[in-house]
Every structure is written in structure tokens, then in C-alpha cells.
């Protein structure tokens, strides 16, 4: 397994990690036996190399932490791992920080969280007085790194002022369906030593190949994701054509090629959920696929040609399906 070069990390990076929001999440719809195969999929990820895994005290309620943590005991893989969790930022001053980053260890069974984000801005509460209580957590040991998600770079490089010391990482949506971050966060984090952390490097599934407008993936995640809507598929037609292309000069899998696509970036770690063992194995193998310079570029230029719909015309999409139902 690859790793990322140049950060200063308190533990090796894997190019490929494993995200968790789907461990006991109702909203993924993967129903009761996932719960098992969740902790196989995590001792399996530690075993193909695997050292960054993602987890929030929003996953599941703090079902996802659990899960992880359960996993890692069970195996005895807690050294292997570096382990990222988030705190979701409802009034986030610095005891409540504290207090929730504990309430997140504890729920791991963890002494130390490896990477501790605040999961999005919050809107109202500056980063001065967040980053207090992620310091505070730092002397005693309860965190080594500190990241954000969803944050601006403007905001990141607040964050790291008010921190008084690097935000390792900004975890944000980024892959061949959503681009923004190519054009300032990525590069920062390649000039200056972090880590862009990928979420949704499949868009969820939909650069995979598996769905299309006729057969959409129905849950409640995707139902509210305006890119499994039938004007998204129409649009990201060349798209998907060329990484089904490039996958196929590979000898890979469509998902494949778009991960192998998102790490290509350096400083670009990504982190795909898996539903199965399968998944994730596929997901692992990327790590060591080496997309051509061109293939890259080419993707790039479709990726940026895509017009993703807006998050509005999945919500009304999804009250019409309700409705119609009665
Ligand atoms: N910080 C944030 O705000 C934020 C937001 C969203 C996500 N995240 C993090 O990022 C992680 C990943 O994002 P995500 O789960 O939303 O989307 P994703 O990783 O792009 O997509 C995951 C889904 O794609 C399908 N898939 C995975 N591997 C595949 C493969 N090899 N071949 C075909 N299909 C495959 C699976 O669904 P099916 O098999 O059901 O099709 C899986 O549940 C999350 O688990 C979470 O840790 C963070």
C-alpha cells in the first residue's frame, strides 16, 4: 500500500483509506447483517494495508465509532491503525470540544484519536474558539493531529492560526462528479505539506458504472444526491465513457480508475466506503494503479465539462417519488 509523502503525520497515511459512514448508518439501508460485515471489513482493511480509517460521532449516532473500535479490539489492530473521527460542530467552543472529543475516544476504546476534524464550519462559532479546546486535547493526549472537513482554505488557514499549529487536513468532497477542490485546496496542500482527505471519491457510487437513470440506487442517501438524478447520468455521459475507457486500458474496474484518478493528486488522500469485502478489496488494489499523465488530463477536462444538477432538484425529485407514492 502506497503512502502519502511530505506530512507530517503522527502515523504513515495510506493513499487509499476506508471510510465509515455507512457502519450503522439506517440511511445507507444496508440492514443488520452489515453490522458483522463492517468489522470484517475493517479487519481486512488493516490487513491489506490499509492505516487511515474514518470515522464521526455522526455516523450512526455514534454507532460507526463503535463499530471501529469493537473492530480494532477484537483483532488487536489499534497500533496499525490511524484513526480519524469528527466532532459534529453544535456549538463548538472549546469545553464542549473537550468533552465530545473524550465522549469519541471513549466510544473507540481508544486512548488517542489519531486525527480529530471538526466535520463543517460552523457558521455562527469562529475557529477561535474551537481550536482552543482541540489544543487542550493535544496536551493531555487525547489527539494527536487536528483536521477540518468542508472548511474553505481561507478558513483552513484561520484554523491553523487560531490552532497555533498545522491542521494536518481538509476532508471534502472531491472526485471526477465534484472538482472544486482542484482548484485551491488540493494545490495548497501540496505546496505546504497537508492533506486533502476525499470524501465521496465514488460519488457515492455513481462513477462506479453500476447505476444508471433507469437503475438508481434507491436509499436514503442517494435519493437526496442530485447525481443520480436522470439529467446527471445525461450529462456525465462522455464522462463516464472515457473512465470506463481508461479502466478498461487498465484492466480495472470503472471505480477503480476513479479512485486511482483522485489520488493521482499529490497530497490527495481518499477514503471510499465499501459495502462488501469485495469493494473494499478493489478499493485497496487502486493504491497501486498509475494513470497515464494524459488519461489524467482527459478525465480532468470531462470532469470539469460535467454539470453536476443542484442539491434542490434531488429534494424536489425525491417529495414528487413520496408523493406519487401517497
Ligand atoms: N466529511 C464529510 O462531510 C463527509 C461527507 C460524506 C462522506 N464522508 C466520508 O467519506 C466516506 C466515503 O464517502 P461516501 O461513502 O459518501 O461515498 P463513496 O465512497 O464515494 O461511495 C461509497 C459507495 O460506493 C459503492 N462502492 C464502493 N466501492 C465500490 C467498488 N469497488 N465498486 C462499485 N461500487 C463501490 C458502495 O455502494 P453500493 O455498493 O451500495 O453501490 C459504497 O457504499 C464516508 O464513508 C465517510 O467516511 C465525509
Given at each position: 500500500m502506497r503512502h502519502v509523502e511530505g506530512v507530517p503525520s503522527a502515523k504513515p497515511l495510506s493513499r487509499i483509506g476506508l471510510g465509515t459512514?455507512?457502519?450503522?448508518?439506517?440511511?445507507?439501508?444496508?440492514?443488520?447483517?452489515y453490522v458483522a460485515e463492517a468489522g470484517r471489513i475493517v479487519a481486512r482493511a488493516v490487513d491489506l494495508g490499509i492505516t487511515l480509517i474514518d470515522t464521526a460521532e455522526a455516523y450512526g449516532f455514534g454507532a460507526s465509532e463503535r463499530i471501529v473500535g469493537d473492530a480494532l479490539r477484537e483483532h488487536d489492530l489499534r497500533d496499525q491503525v490511524y484513526v480519524a473521527t469528527k466532532i459534529f460542530?453544535?456549538?463548538?467552543?472549546a469545553p464542549v470540544v473537550v468533552n465530545r472529543g473524550r465522549a469519541s475516544a471513549e466510544r473507540l476504546g481508544v486512548?488517542?484519536?489519531?486525527l480529530y476534524q471538526?466535520?463543517?464550519?460552523?457558521p455562527v462559532i469562529k475557529d477561535g474558539r474551537t481550536m482552543p479546546g482541540m489544543r487542550q486535547l493535544q496536551d493531555a493526549g487525547v489527539v494527536t493531529d487536528v483536521g477540518v472537513s468542508n472548511y474553505s482554505l481561507a478558513r483552513w488557514k484561520d484554523a491553523e492560526r487560531q490552532l497555533g499549529?498545522?491542521?494536518l487536513s481538509n476532508q471534502v468532497e472531491f472526485s471526477l462528479a465534484a472538482m472544486?477542490?482542484?482548484?485551491?485546496l488540493v494545490p495548497y496542500a501540496a505546496s505546504v505539506g497537508r492533506v486533502v482527505i476525499a470524501w465521496s471519491p465514488l460519488g457515492q457510487g455513481f462513477?462506479?458504472?453500476?447505476?444508471d437513470a433507469d437503475n438508481r440506487p434507491a436509499n436514503g442517501v442517494r435519493n437526496m444526491n442530485?447525481?443520480?438524478l436522470p439529467e446527471s447520468f445525461e450529462s456525465a455521459r462522455e464522462l463516464l465513457g472515457t473512465l470506463r475507457e481508461v479502466a478498461g486500458n487498465h484492466g480495472v474496474s470503472m471505480s477503480q480508475a476513479a479512485l486511482a484518478w483522485v489520488i493521482a493528486h499529490p497530497n490527495v488522500v481518499a477514503i471510499p466506503g465499501a459495502s462488501s469485502i469485495e469493494q473494499l478489496e478493489k478499493n485497496a488494489a487502486a493504491a497501486e494503479i498509475d494513470l497515464a499523465a494524459d488519461e489524467v488530463a482527459e478525465l480532468t477536462r470531462q470532469a470539469r465539462a460535467f454539470r453536476r444538477p443542484a442539491r434542490t432538484e434531488a429534494l424536489k425529485a425525491s417529495l414528487a417519488a413520496r408523493l406519487h407514492r401517497g
Open positions: 459512514w455507512q457502519f450503522g448508518s439506517r440511511e445507507w439501508g444496508y440492514g443488520e447483517d460542530p453544535f456549538f463548538p467552543i486512548e488517542t484519536i489519531d471538526v466535520h463543517q464550519p460552523n499549529s498545522p491542521v472544486d477542490a482542484l482548484d485551491d462513477l462506479s458504472g453500476r447505476y442530485p447525481l443520480f
